[in-house]
């Protein structure tokens, strides 16, 4: 059985990259799918654009997901994940640079699972990264999609 997808809905390329290396330092061997911007985060998630869509059994494991994007927003596309019953139980960990009290209580509000600062030393961010995915990927017991 392959191991579960990790999207990463990232505009900066250099963070993508860290985010690359860091997955690969922690030997975390799912698939990273990155998605620049919000709508391409969710045209990933349920078929558009220039997917035709993940079966609604194969869904990523853990969404990485930045606030600040282009087209659409992070609040807009966690609110679209939650609001949908396929989608509504995807582990989705905020790593963004706001550290505003808004975003991070709109986040929670709207059913993040965690939310993390990134920090701006690209060592520690290797290391946030590593930790985000040994816990959510190895430590964390998932509960699976609501599909009726």
Do not use: C
Not at 7 to 35: C, F, M, Q, W, Y
Not at 97 to 108: G, P
Not at 129 to 144: D, F, I, R, S
Request: hydrophobic share 40%; charged share 25%; aromatic share 6%.
């Amino acid at each position: 059985m392959k191991p579960k997808t990790i999207l990463l809905v990232e505009d900066n390329p250099s963070d993508v990259g860290l985010t690359r290396r860091a997955l690969e330092k922690s030997h975390i061997a799912n698939e990273l799918v990155v998605a620049e911007d919000g709508q391409e985060a969710l045209d990933y998630l349920f078929g558009g654009g220039q997917f035709t869509g993940p079966k609604m059994n194969e869904l990523p494991a853990l969404v990485l997901l930045d606030l600040k994007l282009p087209k659409v927003d992070g609040l807009q596309v966690l609110r679209r994940i939650r609001a949908d019953e396929r989608t509504s139980r995807l582990t989705v960990v905020i790593l963004t640079t706001s550290s505003e009290e808004d975003d991070i209580a709109q986040s929670y509000d709207l059913g993040a699972n965690s939310y993390i600062r990134k920090p701006v030393d690209s060592k520690q961010f290797v290391d946030v990264v590593q930790h985000l995915g040994l816990y959510w990927l190895v430590m964390n017991e998932p509960t699976l999609p609501k599909i009726r």
